[in-house]
């Protein structure tokens, strides 16, 4: 089982949607967890951290569930320049290691 | 402006041949790392130094060197490369692992 699992899409929705991806990691001791975004063939950027209590930043929601182990991101009102691979990024403490999922990737269409 | 860079952006190379990728940041940062990108396999830690003259292995080393001498550069050495090297590399630096990864623009490497 990999340690961080994300479902590799593709999404592909209309302008305007509202889509949802989830990411599950098997180390119970992590500690931090994070949303990057990558366009295509370019560097990762942070999108969001993801808190306990769960974070919006306007039109993105970030949850975490720690009883089973997931955390969400969440688009409302999809624009055309949302579309990009969305990494899951966990961090470990213990173990002291940043693992990346392989990303869920977005095309959202006129 | 703060920033990651690498050098080169793309090389084509033959297996066997010696290369370095640069890497330097300007954020005085202490934390930095290596990773490759293949399709299907997220981006995998290669090296990664805490400090200067403070470097350890990440989840795929072989095939790789690192150096830290200064703060700001963290060079990736392939001492033979092979076919198998032929990858997506991005160097990332940090004030501490679990903090914002600052990413540099990639390079692109074809090992023949």
């Known amino acids: 089982r990999k340690e961080v699992e994300q479902d590799p899409g593709p999404f592909n929705v209309p302008e305007g949607a509202t889509v949802a991806f989830n990411c599950t990691y098997s180390n119970s001791a992590s500690q931090s967890f994070f949303w990057y975004r990558q366009d295509c063939r370019k560097e990762p950027k942070l999108l969001m951290s993801?808190?306990?209590s769960g974070n919006e930043d306007g039109r993105f929601t970030a949850q975490l569930n720690r009883a089973s182990q997931y955390i969400s991101l969440l688009i409302r009102d999809s624009k055309l320049s949302d579309s990009a691979t969305y990494l899951c990024?966990?961090?470990?403490?213990?173990?002291?290691?940043?693992?990346f999922g392989a990303g869920t990737r977005l095309a959202v269409h006129p | 402006e703060a920033q990651v860079t690498q050098n080169p952006r793309y090389l084509i190379t033959v297996t066997g041949k010696k290369l370095t990728v640069t890497c330097s940041q300007n954020?005085?940062?202490?934390?930095m790392s290596w990773y490759r990108q293949d399709p299907g396999l997220g981006l995998r830690q290669i090296y990664y130094?805490?400090?200067?003259?403070?470097?350890d292995k990440g989840d795929v080393p072989e095939g790789y060197k690192v150096s830290r001498k200064e703060k700001r550069n963290f060079p990736l050495i392939l001492e033979s490369p092979s076919p198998n090297q032929t990858s997506l590399y991005f160097c990332?630096?940090?004030?501490?692992?679990?903090?914002?990864?600052?990413f540099g623009p990639g390079t692109r490497l074809t090992v023949l």
């Open positions: 990332a630096s940090s004030s501490r692992l679990a903090d914002t990864q600052y």
């Open positions: 993801v808190y306990s």
């Open positions: 954020m005085n940062h202490e934390y």
């Open positions: 990024v966990v961090f470990s403490g213990g173990y002291n290691k940043l693992i």
């Open positions: 130094s805490m400090n200067v003259e403070v470097t």
